[in-house]
């Protein structure tokens, strides 16, 4: 079965196929039996993230032997390495790519 699912899971690399054996039917909590058991519904899909603002500049690259890691500089003054899916939405990245000549992360 394929899924109708939010870009935001695309992007965090959810694949929207599952096999039949995986699903499971629904059934609501019955509140009689055990109370207090509803859980909120609304998730925060994307998790925690750091504010774009308090990004400095992305200043090396790696490869890890499965991707790319970037080596991010926060406002703070630390650094740190992310995975290219945790930087790419940021501006820092488009300028790290052009100030290198290229357009793509694969072109590293």
């Known amino acids: 079965y394929t899924l109708d699912i939010p ?7 959810v694949f929207p196929t599952f096999h039949v054996s995986l ?8 509140d009689k ?3 207090n058991r509803q859980i909120p519904t609304d998730f ?13 500049e992305i ?7 499965r991707g790319y890691t970037f080596l991010v500089k926060w406002a703070s003054g630390e650094s740190s390495w992310l995975n290219y899916r945790e930087v790419q939405h940021l501006v820092a990245l488009d300028q ?7 357009s793509d992360y694969k072109d590293l």
């Open 96 to 102: 790290y790519l052009f100030l290198r000549g290229v």
């Open 7 to 13: 870009s935001i899971l695309s992007a965090r690399g």
């Open 44 to 56: 925060d899909l994307e998790g925690p993230r750091e504010p774009e603002e308090e990004v400095d």
């Open 23 to 30: 699903l499971r039917p629904h059934y609501p909590s019955d």
């Open 59 to 65: 200043s090396a690259h790696q490869w890890n032997g």
């Open 33 to 35: 039996l055990f109370p």
